[in-house]
C-alpha cells in the first residue's frame, strides 16, 4: 500500500486533535483524573477512547494544516475544550467536599484531617467520607459511561476547528461553578441545621445551670449527635448526587453548545 504525504498527515492529525481534547478531558474529570490513578493509565484511556470515538466521528469540515498557526490554534482548542468539560465534572465533587467541611465544623471535627488521595489536598474526615461515597454512587450509576457519551457527543455539537468555547459557554461554566455552594448548603443543611439546635439546647443549658461544664459535656454530645445525623440525612444523598449529575451533564452540554 503506498501512502501519500498528505494521507498521512491528514491520517495522523484525523487522530490527534480529538486526541488533545481527549486527553485534556481525562486530565482533569473525576475518577479517571485522580492522582492515584498514574499517568501512564490516564494517557492509555485517552489513547483507547481516541481510537474507539474517532471512526464514529463526521469527517472534517476542512483540511487544517498541522504545522502551521491553525494547527497551533487548534490545538489549543481542543485542550481548552477538554479542560472546561472535565472542569465542569469536578465541580460535583468540589461542592460535596465543601458539604463535608461545613458539617465537621460544626461537629466539632474540623481538626480531624487526613489526605486526600484523589486531590493531593488535606481535607476532613468527614468530606473524605462523602467523597468516597459519591465515588461509589458514581460509577454504580454508570456516571463514568454517560460522562465518556457526553464527550463522544461534543463532537458533534463543537467540531474539531480553531473554534474553542465561547464566551457564553465560559459564562455557563462560571454561573455552573455556583453549585459548589449551593450543592454543598443542599448536603449538609439537615446535619447543620439539627447541631445548630443541639447548640441552642446547650446555651439555654448553660443559662439554666452555669455552674455546668459545657465543654465536658457539650463536645462528645455533639459530635455523637452528629454522626446520629449523618446516618438519618444518608437516604437524601442519593437524590441530591443524582440531581447535581444531572445539571452538569447539562452545564457540559450547555457549554459546548453555547455559540
Partial sequence: MNFTDTQLINLVTSYFWPFARIAA???VVPVFG???????????????????????????????????????????????????????????????????????????????????PANGVTVPVVSQFYIIMATLLFLALNGHLVMIDVLAESFSMLPVSTQS????????????????????????????????????????????????????????????FGFIFMLASLPVFLPQFSNLLEHAFMAVGNIVSAR
Avoid: C, Y
Avoid at 489513547?47 to 494547527?71: E, H, R, S, W
Avoid at 449551593?182 to 439546647?201: E, H, I, R, W, Y
Fill in 165 to 224: 468555547v465561547s464566551h457564553d459557554g465560559m459564562w455557563v461554566l462560571i454561573t455552573w461553578s455556583s453549585w459548589i455552594f449551593t450543592g454543598a448548603v443542599l448536603m449538609s443543611l439537615p446535619v447543620v441545621v439539627a447541631l445548630l439546635l443541639v447548640n441552642v439546647a446547650f446555651g439555654v443549658m448553660m443559662r439554666a445551670a452555669p455552674q455546668l461544664n459545657v465543654f465536658a459535656v457539650g463536645f462528645p454530645l455533639t459530635l455523637t
Fill in 25 to 27: 478531558f481525562v486530565a
Fill in 34 to 116: 485522580a492522582r492515584v490513578i498514574p499517568a501512564r493509565i490516564r494517557l492509555l484511556v485517552a489513547i483507547a477512547l481516541t481510537l474507539v470515538i474517532v471512526p464514529i466521528l463526521p469527517p472534517p469540515l476542512a483540511t487544517i494544516d498541522p504545522f502551521g498557526v491553525d494547527g497551533l490554534l487548534t490545538t489549543a482548542a481542543q485542550v481548552m475544550i477538554g479542560l472546561a468539560m472535565g472542569f465542569a465534572m469536578k465541580l460535583i465533587f468540589s461542592a460535596i467536599e465543601t458539604g463535608g467541611h461545613m458539617m465537621a465544623q460544626t461537629m466539632g471535627l474540623g481538626f480531624a484531617q487526613m489526605n486526600d
